[in-house]
């Protein structure tokens, strides 16, 4: 069986007598190469204000990030559910102040804020390196000697709608001067970011803004893995250097709050598969790590944590600068893009965009001709981008409906956030509340819109069967639980709408989110019903399709001697889930809540209430 360890020798490193898993070696320099780092836009004078262990940072960020993308998670799925998600790497690498880098609180605050970020295990061992590269190896310099521009602040910036946001307040709302850090991972963005900095520089003045183009590039060899949740760490490790050659301690991202919280717009969405790029815990653990390399007090803050996607655009027309939004990105598909179709049109990103775009009222400065797929009358074949655009509308319905109780008890998630807060629990708890409600508001009332505005298509029976708007209304009308009505029953809003589970491997056991475990013969029944049921979703199969596993097939994969010893292993596996919800104060499921039964079809988790989690999503009871 091929092991999920991987020792990750950088710089040259010798591999040990004895290794576990796989070995992946990565270098920035010596005779061959494989990951490069090119920072543009500084001024060498600067550099003298460097320190060593900000070198140090620069590296350890980009090996972080190469091993990232060199390693593959599996696949969206492979055959056991997701083991190869998460993966273990243990870290050498050479670096100039090993006494910092192996002191227990950057050590602790870098191996917790990783392992959330990427929800994968890390170790690490430094040594100290024997030839370093000089720092400016790192840097292209082209002939610029001044040194006299200061920034007022330092901002990470992408390109897309919160970053222009966010810098746009700063050098209007506030008349300060920014330092634009920017990580160039592909050359049509490089281009993107290069034409916002222009035009704001011509609106603004060269003076007010200096841009630090970063280019991290990997051989062609090491991209095996899309999902880059470790570049954020480069990023910010990007912008803490350029803020120390200014002589400046902090750093700041722009993102909308409904983003940077990360309680997924899809039920479906496992683990850290969503983005925890600003989370507030993930920028805490910045903050720590940062604070303990350079021994000073270093801030990482998101401005725009309370502020919804619609809100960020309505803030960049108020500035006065609407027609800058055109010139901004936030499609995932890069390599997709073209000059007539910036936009896909069908990812996550793009949906949220055309929403807040038309709910901000600025569909004129963002047309619809740029994006390949139209949010509402265009096709969307059957598959996950037609479930996250179908769950991104059920979402945002059943939130603009929902009592506060049952919106913390649908994203438990929520309870991660709270505490890396200053203010009280119950004030954090109504801010995220009311951020989801003003989300959900917007979504709706666009969506609303599109339903009066295409009023004549919909009972004429022009739009295609796939597309967005039929899509949901017909299944509204049909009854499937897709869009549910903005008066919901009262019932819905004090009932658990979902029970969410994730799989212990190292016990064998299924573990429900804020009740308990399931173990024994009871955890491998949910096993064995497990696969269909993620195949199932990876296909975009409506819940109503999610296959049945016939008895006598489940017989055989959870050891049973006959039908009937299934039947009652389901009926104690059902009670236990009873008892373990009872006993965490919730009303108990109904029967059918996680496994239901058809009496010629088989057995099945149940589409339309079981969510699947990472084992690092659900909270244990107490």
Avoid at 464 to 489: F, T
Wanted: hydrophobic share 40%; net charge neutral.
């Amino acid at each position: 069986m091929q092991t999920n360890e991987h020792l990750v020798l950088c710089g040259g490193m010798d591999e040990p007598q004895v290794a576990r898993g796989q070995s992946l070696r990565l270098d920035l320099h010596g005779k061959s190469p494989n990951v490069r780092l090119q920072i543009s836009d500084i001024s060498r004078p600067l550099l003298a204000k460097v320190p060593d262990v900000l070198a140090d940072l620069l590296e350890v960020a980009s090996y972080v990030y190469a091993a990232d993308s060199a390693i593959s998670r599996g696949g969206k799925i492979d055959a056991q559910m997701g083991r190869g998600w998460r993966r273990k790497f243990r870290f050498e690498i050479p670096v100039r102040r090993p006494d910092i880098w192996s002191s227990d609180p950057v050590l602790s605050a870098l191996v917790e804020t990783l392992g959330f970020l990427s929800d994968d295990s890390y170790e690490f061992e430094f040594r100290a390196t024997i030839d370093a590269p000089i720092m400016a190896k790192y840097f292209e310099f082209k002939g610029k000697a001044e040194t006299a521009f200061t920034p007022d602040e330092v901002i990470l910036f992408s390109g897309g709608l919160d970053s222009l946001s966010g810098t746009v307040e700063k050098l209007v709302g506030s008349g300060k001067s920014v330092a634009l850090v920017s990580h160039r991972s592909a050359s049509k963005m490089a281009a993107v970011q290069k034409g916002l900095v222009d035009k704001l520089c011509r609106r603004f003045g060269n003076d007010r803004m200096l841009h630090v183009p970063v280019w991290a590039n990997l051989d062609g060899s090491l991209s095996n893995e899309p999902t880059h949740r470790t570049r954020s760490f480069l990023f910010a490790a990007l912008g803490v250097v350029t803020a120390r050659m200014f002589g400046r301690d902090s750093i700041r991202f722009f993102e909308n709050g409904v983003v940077s919280l990360n309680l997924p717009p899809v039920a479906q969405v496992v683990g850290a598969r969503a983005t925890r790029t600003t989370h507030p815990q993930t920028l805490a653990g910045f903050q720590s790590l940062f604070s303990a390399v350079l021994g000073r007090d270093f801030g990482v803050d998101n401005p725009f944590v309370w502020t919804t996607k619609t809100e960020v655009i309505e803030r960049i027309a108020a500035n006065g600068c609407s027609d800058l939004i055109r010139d901004t990105r936030s499609c995932t598909r890069v390599h997709d893009m073209t000059k007539l179709h910036p936009h896909c049109g069908q990812c996550s990103q793009c949906i949220d965009r055309r929403f807040a775009v038309l709910a901000a009222g600025q569909e004129h400065e963002d047309p619809a001709e740029a994006y390949k797929v139209d949010l509402f009358t265009d096709k969307r074949p059957a598959g996950p981008d037609r479930e996250m655009a179908l769950g991104y509308v059920r979402s945002a319905t059943m939130v603009s409906g929902m009592e506060d109780t049952a919106f913390f008890a649908r994203y438990g998630e929520a309870s991660r956030v709270v505490r890396h807060f200053s203010e009280p629990a119950d004030v954090v708890a109504e801010r995220i509340f009311d951020l989801y409600r003003r989300h959900a508001s917007a979504v709706c009332r666009v969506f609303d819109g599109a339903i009066a505005s295409h009023q004549e298509a919909l009972r004429q029976g022009d739009l295609p069967a796939d597309s967005l708007l039929l899509l949901v209304v017909v299944q509204y009308q049909g009854g499937a639980p897709y869009y549910v009505p903005s008066e919901m029953p009262e019932q819905l809003a004090v009932v658990r709408v979902e029970t969410r589970i994730a799989i212990d491997e190292e016990e064998q056991s299924v573990v429900f989110d804020g009740w308990g475990e399931v173990k024994g013969v009871g955890a491998a029944l949910i096993i064995a019903l497990m696969a269909p049921f993620l195949q199932a979703m990876l296909e975009g199969i409506s819940p109503e399709r999610y296959p049945f596993t016939e008895s006598r097939e489940l017989c055989r994969k959870t050891g049973c001697d006959n039908e009937e010893t299934l039947r009652k292993r389901v009926l104690r596996c059902r009670n236990h889930i009873k008892k373990l919800a009872k006993a965490a104060g919730d009303s108990p499921p109904s029967i059918e809540s996680v496994i239901e039964s058809n009496q010629w079809r088989g057995y099945r988790l149940n589409p339309d209430r079981v969510r699947i989690l990472a084992l690092t999503e659900v909270r244990q009871s107490t």
